[in-house]
């Protein structure tokens, strides 16, 4: 194909993402499983990209998790949306980022939702009012925080310290990335690629100087399933959608997984660390499993921030490997220090993977 | 057409699900529930199309419509823009206001999903709170994730987290207006109302099968559906 050809069907995958001035929510999920990612991600939007963040106190959940598993109403989700889109306007803001996919695509549903129903959005509206005397209107901008990441990804990489590039052999580090479902599968034209050219992550890949890996099944789930993590006899079909991916992804040796979903990071570390505890493998050669991290956490490390204070301790597939590659030096004396330095000990190793402490 | 077909078609979701399904079958291909269950998305997208209400009865009593992951992978794919997992969605919010979810071992499930998600949303403002990532439910956390639990107030300052604080920032505590504010909305738009159904069919059910309903994550029923697995019956096969 010519290359103006390409870049037509390219055009129709862009989407406008606003250059500054951001209303900042948070995800449960990434949160409470990753609280210094989403810290990271504010570090390298105020103090490297010099960018107005403003997050509130008072936005709460978007309750996502509860409508995807029936125990919330769509009538409910839509209002407790409208009352965060309340509280953006009241602060003076209109551009909408939230750290969450199940949330980004939320949002998504809601505003598609309104503009083809409006008796929808109008119901709502009338109990947003009730509930809480507060008005709503739509986000000027809309965009998940890896689009913002990407946005800014050829800044972010000017400013940093370190390349994927392997140290030793001068050659790119390859990465496998995993997008959230709920990203663009949903709504295609709301995120960069859609959901069959994934460029969000592949784009960010590119800006460090690492290698895109274009692997099988690299738009397959991650298993989530809502329901079917959540509740224990269901997780089989949890760590089966994972295990799908890493036998996928093993013939091509990745150095690293690379997602922008908060859950698909989890799973992806934490279903390796359990299928090296039932079956003994671990789908690199060297026992250390294939490390995993979230964009914003991929450019922190690339700015040279310390992984430590990134909490990237808190994947249970060590981080070290591709620390080691890239030539990044960290201490580990440090690794399990508290916020005061103090000695807080070191968590048990697990039996099948390898553990740095 | 019946008045099951009815109130699915009165759900905006239905109507956005399901355009015309010519049975291609690319939604079962790509499914990641039909890898793992006894499950295809091409059925339901069939099953709904011929207008029948005791076919609809028969799903919202059934197993089936609880095993898709709402991934939405389906949507991408359809050729006629159909969406089964719109459908899903649709369907299970009829087998909840009719009462026949508890009528499946997948579908009693919603018991321990309500009092583990909606509890917790009006309670602390969030859908999953750090407090709840315990060991014992998730225990694929692993063995680092209960070194931070058990080192929660030293260590997470050090990541950047407001545990417990007030303000602004990862984990804090959301004030109690605000969390007012949330309750005020599930009362108003149906949500209590919905997690009230959800309890006084899943109390019938467990009296039936003589199992303590009692409250929390602890009781008979709660661990009955949040371990009951009859893999034979789910299993592709
Ligand atoms: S992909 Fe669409 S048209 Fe094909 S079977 Fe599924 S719902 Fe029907
Ligand atoms: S939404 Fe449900 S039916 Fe559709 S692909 Fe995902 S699991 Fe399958």
Known sequence: ??????????????????????????????????????????????????????????????????????????????????????????????????????????????????????????????????????????????????????????????????????????????????????????????????????????????????????????????????????????????????????????????????????????????????????????????????????????AGLMLGFDPWEMGLQMHQVGIETLMDKIGIPYNLNEKYKGAKGEDLGVPESPRNINFYK | MGQLFDKLNSDVRFVEGINGCINCGTCTAICPAAEVYDYQPRTIAHLVQTRDDSIIENLLKSDTIWYCGECMSCKTRCPRNNAPGLIIQALRKLSIETGLFVESEKGRQQLALKRMLSDTIIETGYCVHFDHTTLDMFPEQGPMWQWVQDNREAFLPKVGANYKGNGPGAMRSIPQSDIDELRNIFEVSGGLKWMETIEEHSAKKAKEMGLEIGEGKSSEYFTEVYNRNNHAKHSRK
């Open chain 1, 1 to 298: 194909m010519k290359l103006e050809g390409k870049r037509k069907i390219w055009n129709e995958y862009q989407k406008e993402i606003a250059d500054d001035k951001y209303f900042y929510v948070r995800s449960c999920i990434r949160q409470a499983v990753f609280p210094g990612s989403e810290n990271t991600y504010l570090r390298i939007m105020r103090d490297v990209l010099k960018k107005d963040v403003h997050e509130s106190a008072h936005h709460t959940t978007c309750t996502g998790i509860g409508y995807h598993t029936e125990v919330v109403p769509f009538e409910t989700i839509q209002t407790v949306v409208a009352r965060n889109f309340a509280l953006m306007r009241e602060a003076g803001y209109e551009n909408y980022t939230p750290s969450c996919v199940t949330s980004f695509g939320i949002y998504t549903e809601v505003l598609d939702t309104w503009h083809h129903f409006p008796e929808e959005r109008k119901r709502t509206a009338e109990y947003l009012k009730k509930a809480t005397q507060r008005d709503f209107q739509e986000p000027g901008n809309m965009a998940h925080t890896s689009d913002i990441i990407y946005k800014f990804r050829h800044q972010i990489a000017e400013k940093s310290k370190y390349k994927l590039i392997n140290k030793a052999t001068g050659l790119p580090l390859k990465v496998v990335d995993h997008i959230g479902c709920h990203y663009a599968k949903m709504f295609p034209a709301k995120g960069i690629g859609g959901a069959e050219h994934p460029h969000v992550l592949a784009g960010l890949i590119e800006a460090f100087g690492g290698e895109v890996i274009d692997y099988p099944e690299r738009r397959h789930c991650c298993g989530f399933g809502f329901r079917q993590y959540f509740i224990k006899a269901n997780r089989g079909y949890s760590i089966a959608a994972s295990k799908k991916k890493f036998e996928s992804m093993e013939p091509y040796q990745p150095d690293l997984i690379l997602t922008n979903c908060p859950g698909c990071n989890f799973f992806m570390d934490r279903w390796q660390y359990a299928l090296a505890e039932m079956e003994g493998k671990t789908y690199d050669t060297k026992g250390n499993g294939i490390p995993v991290l979230a964009y914003e956490e991929l």
